[in-house]
């Protein structure tokens, strides 16, 4: 009785590891996009935040201050991990390492005024481009104190 050996022939394995190169070529790419989703969405939260908390403590104070990071622990974060930067009232965003929104407080003699506006970076950064196309900065034009602001 002679013994025969069962396996699979190399013309099987080689067409499993081509379905399996397939199926991630197609895979790969949808996660990826995805974690970029994520990444944009979470920007977009700490900017609202930042809005919320920069917002509160002007009602609160009657008064602003030269410091973002003073007004917004999230402001205090993002710089604390290196993902801002914190200059005399504004604030820098960064997204894919690079300089992408701006927020920043416009003092006047009547009037403090909250802005966030679009940096171009002029380098080609997909990160960025995305925040800067899901952020409408017209909707965040936000009166702190003076006659503009709502009684």
């Known amino acids: ?63 602003t201050d030269t410091n973002l990071s003073k007004m ?12 801002a930067s914190d200059e005399e009232n504004q604030t820098k965003i960064k997204m894919g390492g690079v300089d ?9 003699a009547t009037n403090d005024d909250l802005n966030v506006s679009l940096i171009n970076s002029g380098a080609s950064n997909n990160l960025c481009k995305y925040l800067q196309k899901e952020v409408s900065a017209q909707l965040y034009q936000v009166h702190l104190r003076g006659n503009l602001v709502a009684q």
């Not at 917004?72 to 993902?83: I, K």
Request: glycine share 8%; charged share 20%; hydrophobic share 50%.
């Open 1 to 63: 009785m002679k013994y025969q050996k069962s396996a699979f022939t190399m013309i099987e394995l080689i067409f499993v590891i081509v379905i399996i190169g397939i199926l991630a070529s197609v895979a790969i790419p949808k996660l990826m996009g995805t974690r970029d989703d994520a990444k944009v969405a979470s920007k977009m939260m700490k900017i609202g935040n930042i809005i919320g908390e920069i917002t509160s403590y002007a009602t609160s104070k009657g008064t």
């Open 72 to 83: 917004s622990n999230t402001v205090d974060e993002l710089v604390s991990f290196g993902m």
């Open 100 to 108: 992408c929104i701006k927020i920043k407080i416009i003092h006047n």
